[in-house]
């Protein structure tokens, strides 16, 4: 059943949804029917399914069938340190492939090398629907959030942390890590990589330099690969 994430609706009883996009997706990209069933969600931890009753122009009708807890979820909050990288598309495919893989945050900020893109009202709100389709899709039931810092970048002193770096040379493999089911926190660099300034920095603060093996990843790649994998440790 196709899913659909209403944040601010209370739910758990018949309702009209009046939402522009909603019956537009419903009734001319699905081309659902009257009697048919789809699921929505809210972000409390429970899927609620409905039966469409009635569909017009302006609103749908939608009467309440039985709710479920969504387990799908991981316990270990992941949050993605990126590196601004120079493209909007690449942002817009770490977002989306990110929510697939239960990343929960997503902090972009500049680093030394990064590319100035500028990020307005406009783009966050594109970026936003991102994370909500893609949150839909892959069954999550957290929307993940997502931050631009206009500051330095800060590591947090809760969690985990690591650096993804593409020189061995002090680094531990990824596959020796104990994720200790503590939240973790992954640092991406740019295209052109780390500084050795922003290497030392990391360095200061006993952040671990991790990397995967000889292969040298893509910026967009290579913290969903690394999220994965310590999420199914």
């Not at 990288?85 to 977002?95: A, G, R, V």
Request: with cysteine.
């Amino acid at each position: 059943m196709q899913r659909f994430f209403f944040p601010h609706l209370s739910l758990g009883k018949d309702i009209i949804i009046s939402d522009i996009s909603f019956i537009h997706q419903v009734s001319r990209v699905l081309r659902y029917s009257i009697g048919e069933n789809i699921v929505l969600f809210n972000g409390d931890g429970r899927e609620y399914i409905y039966s469409i009753h009635s569909i017009t122009k302006k609103e749908i009708g939608l009467l309440f069938d039985s709710n479920h807890e969504n387990r799908w979820d991981p316990k270990m909050p992941v949050r993605l340190y990126q590196a601004l990288p120079n493209k909007y598309e690449k942002i817009e495919y770490i977002l989306q492939k990110g929510v697939e893989v239960w990343i929960q945050e997503f902090i972009f900020f500049r680093s030394e090398r990064s590319q100035k893109l500028i990020i307005n009202a406009r783009k966050i709100e594109r970026f936003q629907e991102i994370v909500r389709e893609a949150t839909e899709q892959c069954g999550g039931n957290r929307v993940a959030s997502i931050i631009f810092l206009e500051d330095k970048m800060v590591v947090p002193e809760n969690g985990q942390s690591y650096v993804l770096h593409t020189e061995g040379k002090g680094s531990e493999h990824i596959r020796d890590i104990d994720t200790k089911n503590t939240p973790i926190n992954i640092f991406v660099g740019p295209e052109g990589g780390w500084s050795c300034e922003e290497v030392s920095s990391f360095e200061e603060r006993n952040v671990q330099k991790i990397h995967l093996w000889e292969r040298i990843l893509r910026t967009e790649t290579t913290g969903l690969i690394v999220a994965f994998f310590l999420i199914q440790k």
